[in-house]
Nanobody, 123 residues
């Protein structure tokens, strides 16, 4: 089992920045690929970013490329999402997720999920 706890969400003005963190416990963190997804009210869950177990491979959703950066610190068993140049359309609940094997943009492949953290971007 893997426990994931997100933090760092909040209210920010358009153009601002936030850094989300996801602390993991319960399994060897360095063996897990990690991902961030988001879900806005009335919309389906959307892939945001993913990173391989060692951190050498990253993937991003088209809507966030160039603005959001995923990273991880295996010593701290934490994955981060640096969010810059935020837009009102980035408003959503952001979820951290973990999976064995390679990175993926497909949410059904992730076995472990956090509770989510709200990000609200005002215009």
């Amino acid at each position: 089992q893997v426990q994931l706890v997100e933090s760092g969400g909040g209210l920010v003005q358009a153009g601002g920045s936030l850094r989300l963190s996801c602390a993991a416990s319960g399994r060897t963190f360095s063996s897990l690929a990690m991902g961030w997804f988001r879900q806005a009210p009335g919309k389906e869950r959307e892939f945001v970013a993913a990173i391989s177990s060692g951190g050498s491979v990253t993937k991003y959703g088209d809507s966030v490329k160039g603005r959001l950066t995923i990273s991880r610190d295996n010593a701290k068993t934490t994955v981060y999402l640096q969010m810059n140049s935020l837009k009102p359309e980035d408003t959503a609940v952001y979820y951290c997720a973990a999976k064995d094997g390679a990175t993926s943009s497909r949410s059904p492949l992730y076995a472990y999920w956090g509770q989510g953290t709200q990000v609200t971007v005002s215009s």
